[in-house]
Nanobody, 124 residues
Framework: QVQLVESGGGLVQAGGSLRLSCAASGRTFSSAAMGWFRQAPGKEREFAAAISWRGTTTIYADSVKGRFTISRDNAKTTVYLQMNSLKPEDTAVYYC?????????????????WGQGTQVTVSS
């Protein structure tokens, strides 16, 4: 079992930066792949970034590639999403998720545990 708590969301102007954190508790964090997803009002949840259990593999959605960076600290059982050059279209609730298989994936259905989300609002 893994419990996930996101933090770091807020309101930022276009072009600004935010860093999201996801604190995990539970035994399986260090062997789980971690992902960040987002959901805008009226839209389906979509993939943003993922990292394998060892942190050796990262994948990104095309919409965030080059602007977002995912990382993890297994000693602190925390995963991060550094978001730079933010755009109004990045506005969404951002969710952290854990995949027990350990392989970085962009598929919502692959993830076993989800946090409650943190709101990110980018003003133009």
């Amino acid at each position: 079992q893994v419990q996930l708590v996101e933090s770091g969301g807020g309101l930022v102007q276009a072009g600004g930066s935010l860093r999201l954190s996801c604190a995990a508790s539970g035994r399986t964090f260090s062997s789980a792949a971690m992902g960040w997803f987002r959901q805008a009002p009226g839209k389906e949840r979509e993939f943003a970034a993922a990292i394998s259990w060892r942190g050796t593999t990262t994948i990104y959605a095309d919409s965030v590639k080059g602007r977002f960076t995912i990382s993890r600290d297994n000693a602190k059982t925390t995963v991060y999403l550094q978001m730079n050059s933010l755009k109004p279209e990045d506005t969404a609730v951002y969710y952290c998720a854990a995949d027990r298989r350990g392989l970085a994936s962009g598929a919502v259905a692959e993830y076993d545990y989800w946090g409650q989300g943190t709101q990110v609002t980018v003003s133009s």
